[in-house]
């Protein structure tokens, strides 16, 4: 939702401790807003705070106390370095987030926006709870604004408690856990234990029954028992011990799906008693996402909805537990998983933390007195527009307004607004018409929950070292080299075409010095390469031109390569050794949260606001603005009055089908024989792992959204007609792909636009405006003179 929080939470778990509910949600949470995560204090010398900022942008603060202070002592001085902390961050906005109402002392000062309570547990049910646990809930209960309950039972419990009580049940990340559907390697010290093997993951605390663990085990030597979590709270010597019980210790989240995926079936034994009675296992979800049957005992919270619909099975006592675990290894996985999976549907946390966030803003949204100093962010959805005009500077005398208009929130808009409000200081408004940012770029989840992109593949490559550093501030990297095999002559082939294309595609075993002679005695010279016919066929001849190339852009352009520019096909290079790599560049990697998650953080500052399903029209006229960046089409922006630039478009036909990979590469183009150019499968790009998986399909079209500017020398004339036009508009800037009309990849954009932006600034800072072109054709920023 739209609007921006800071997030302080308080909070009784350590963040680097077992990843749970916390954890899931917040590093959400991080996604779009600060988060500062305050845990219980350690002892230290002297007072102070000992701050750490994780890799999902979580900072988490622990406050460091001599030993020996009284309670109110403690109370106070953290308080102290804590209201010291915020100042000096510039805690605005902010969301108050207890999970432990033991904190209540330490926000009572604060003047929070909102203050959310997500209560997780009955603490006070708890071995070693404190007194004062109770009296401080009910603090919480009057000054919180949300309650958020952990399960159906809390939920039922706290209802009457407070005005504004929401379920929110424990979720999972079922692709993290889908991984243990798959067979992994098994882990080092589970490699070694036999088959069958029960296993538990979790917590080992007085909700635990290890009494009912021991006589399982006991009753069955022939079955083996792993025990994965830490020991908190409880004689460890208590535990049982035996053969077949192997006690493993806490491992990391990351590492749990290999563990899961060894395990015939999965246990819940816990204790029945005050301590459980309110829970809702996170473990639940998890488990069945990874693919286990599980067999607990009757926790309420399990027994409803879980045992109901089929998915867990409950056992009372150890004999109950062997004949539900032999029932449960015995039966049909494939049904449970699908089962499983219908549930779980509606069940991740990315889910339940954008209705928290939803929450949150609808409260902050009727508390802000002030709404000019709401900035609107992450706006995507039809919410937008009434969401920023709540918050929308009144436009009086331009007194208030903005420096600039992007139009657009692709990469050309995006980039240019960021740099205009973090290095110019300018306020920067940013339209698109689009209900979402990343223009071309976005990437979104289908509805089997699988990662795509919207408007066809997008690999990232470039050798701009500036562009890729650039970028690595908003985003991190998975590592990704693209391959592409081409489908001709009925086999699959690797395309650009290297040594194997040829030695697969004619039978035959040349060296790289023989296939460069082949090459060679094929080739037709031209005086001079003008088209991208001349570029394939100068290198390669006319029958590999035909097999590969000619078919291909007559579909792709509408066009005979004869009637295109030489840089379209040369974008696809011809080798003689055998590196099958679509790209050579030295930067080539995936945004690893995705393209949408870097254009949120690109577009994340305080002078940015963002207006999504809004075209600039529709607002141009009223909203104050002083000087505009247009990346839309250049001849739209002139009402084509000089005729229409022609721009190639894309008809997407995406499918899912049921099975984990479904080609064996990442792109199959087809030149000649199917209407599609080619076909994409988004998880080897993504590197996402789910049982499904989703193709795109692509069907050139001259009609659509203008996707390919078609680089030809009758539309270069006619765009250089329009940037005449562009040159006598004050205030307006062209940039990006469409704005240029330039067949530029991403990064090339990025390249351009940071130069656009330092000319912008610089020219602003001379107080005047300087003649703009730019030259990004080699990925590097620069600028040069007009021609
Ligand atoms: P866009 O992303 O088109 O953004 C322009 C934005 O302006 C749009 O969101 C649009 O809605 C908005 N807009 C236009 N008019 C208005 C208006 N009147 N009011 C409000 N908003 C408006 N590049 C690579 O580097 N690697 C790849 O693998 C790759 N694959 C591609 C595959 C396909 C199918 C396509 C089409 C492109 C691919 N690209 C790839 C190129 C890449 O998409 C572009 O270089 C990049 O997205 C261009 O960014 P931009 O900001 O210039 O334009
Ligand atoms: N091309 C081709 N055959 C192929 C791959 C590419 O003829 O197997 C030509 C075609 O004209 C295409 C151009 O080379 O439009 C550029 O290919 P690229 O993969 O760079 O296209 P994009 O990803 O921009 O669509």
């Not at 009057?142 to 958020?148: E, G, N, P, V």
């Not at 929110?168 to 798959?182: G, L, N």
């Not at 030695?503 to 005086?527: D, T």
């Not at 509408?558 to 840089?567: M, T, V």
């Amino acid at each position: 939702m739209g609007i921006r929080f800071d997030v302080v939470c308080f909070s009784h778990l350590r963040w680097g401790f077992v990843y749970q509910r916390p954890q899931h949600l917040l590093s959400r949470c991080a996604r779009n807003h600060r988060v500062f995560y305050v845990e219980e204090p350690i002892e230290g010398d002297k007072p102070g705070l000992k701050i750490e900022r994780w890799e999902n942008d979580v900072t988490t603060i622990v406050p460091l106390l001599p030993e020996g202070l009284s309670e109110s002592q403690q109370i106070e001085i953290q308080r102290g370095l804590l209201d010291d902390f915020f100042e000096e961050h510039k805690i605005e906005r902010l969301v108050l987030w207890y999970y432990t109402p033991m904190a209540v002392p330490l926000g009572r000062h604060l003047r929070p926006l909102v203050t959310v309570y997500d209560c997780m547990d009955e603490l006070s049910a708890f071995s070693g709870a404190p007194k004062a646990l109770r009296d401080r809930e009910g603090e919480l209960f009057d000054s919180a604004d949300l309650l958020f309950t952990g399960g159906a039972s809390l939920y039922a419990a706290k209802r009457d408690r407070h005005q504004s009580v929401h379920l929110f049940p424990s979720s999972v990340d079922v692709q993290h856990f889908a991984q243990a559907r798959q067979p992994l390697p098994d882990p080092g010290d589970q490699a070694l234990i036999r088959h069958p093997r029960l296993g538990y993951i979790g917590v080992i605390d007085e909700r635990f029954d290890p009494a009912l663990l021991g006589e399982l085990a006991a009753s069955r030597p022939d079955w083996q028992f792993v025990m994965i979590g830490p020991v908190l709270k409880i004689d460890s010597g208590g535990l049982p011990t035996a053969p077949n019980i192997h006690w493993l210790g806490q491992k990391r989240y990351e590492d749990l799906p290999a563990y899961l995926s060894g395990w015939d079936v999965a246990l819940m034994p816990f204790a029945r008693n005050e301590s459980t009675r309110f829970i809702s296992p996170t473990k639940t979800p998890e488990y069945l996402a990874a693919g286990r049957p599980v067999v607990s005992t009757p926790i309420t919270d399990v027994v409803e909805p879980y045992e109901r619909l089929g998915l867990v099975r409950i056992a009372e006592d150890a004999a109950g537990f062997a004949a539900a675990a032999e029932a449960a290894m015995a039966e049909d996985a494939s049904r449970r998983q699908r089962q499983a999976d219908a549930f779980l549907k509606d069940r991740s946390w990315d889910r339940t933390w954008s209705e928290m966030e939803a929450l949150i803003a609808r409260t902050a949204a009727r508390r802000s007195d002030n709404g000019s100093t709401v900035h609107v962010r992450l706006l995507d959805d039809a919410n937008a527009v009434s969401a920023i005009s709540e918050s929308m500077p009144v436009p009086t005398n331009g007194a208030k307004g903005f420096d600039y208009l992007v139009v657009g929130a692709g990469y050309a808009g995006s980039v240019i607004a960021r740099e205009l409000a973090e290095q110019g200081g300018s306020r920067v408004l940013v339209v698109d018409r689009r209900n979402h940012i990343g223009g071309n770029a976005y990437d979104e989840y289908d509805e089997y929950g699988i990662q795509v992109h919207r408007y066809g593949p997008h690999i990232f490559h470039t050798n701009s070292q500036e562009v890729f550093e650039y970028l690595s501030r908003f985003t991190a990297w998975r590592p990704y080299e693209h391959r592409v095999l081409a489908s001709v002559d009925g086999r699959l082939v690797p395309i650009p075409i290297n040594l194997d294309t040829i030695n697969e595609i004619y039978g035959l075993r040349l060296s790289s010095f023989e296939v460069e002679k082949f090459f060679a005695s094929r080739a037709e010279p031209v005086e001079k390469v003008r088209t991208s016919e001349d570029v394939v066929v100068t290198k390669v001849g006319r029958e590999l031109y035909e097999k590969f190339f000619r078919g291909y852009t007559r579909k792709q352009w509408g066009l005979d390569p004869s009637e295109l520019d030489a840089k379209v096909t040369s974008r696809v290079p011809v080798r003689t050794n055998r590196d099958p790599r679509y790209f050579t560049d030295t930067y080539q990697a995936m945004p690893r949260d995705g393209y949408t998650r870097m254009f949120q953080r690109i577009l994340d500052h305080p002078r940015i606001k963002l207006m999504l399903n809004t075209d600039y029209r529709e607002i141009a006229s009223f909203m104050p603005y002083k000087e505009v960046v247009y990346t839309g089409p250049i001849d739209e922006f002139f009402d084509h009055r000089l005729g229409q630039l022609p721009y190639r478009s894309l008809e997407f036909r995406f499918e899912t089908i049921e099975t984990n990979v479904a080609q064996p590469a990442p792109v199959i183009n087809y030149p000649n024989e199917r209407p599609y150019t080619r076909v994409t499968e988004f998880k080897y790009l993504t590197g996402q792992v789910h049982p499904k998986t989703t193709l795109v399909y692509e069907y050139p079209r001259a009609e659509g959204d203008p996707y390919y500017p078609v680089p030809r020398p009758e539309n270069e004339v006619l765009y250089k007609r329009y940037q005449k036009l562009a040159d006598v508009v004050d205030g307006v800037h062209f940039v990006g792909r469409l704005a240029t009309y330039r067949y530029y990849n991403m990064d090339q954009v990025v390249a351009q636009a940071l130069a656009v932006s330092r000319r912008l600034i610089a020219a602003r800072r001379a107080g005047k405006e300087g003649p703009l072109e730019v030259d990004p054709t080699q990925t590097s920023a620069r600028t040069v003179g007009r021609a």
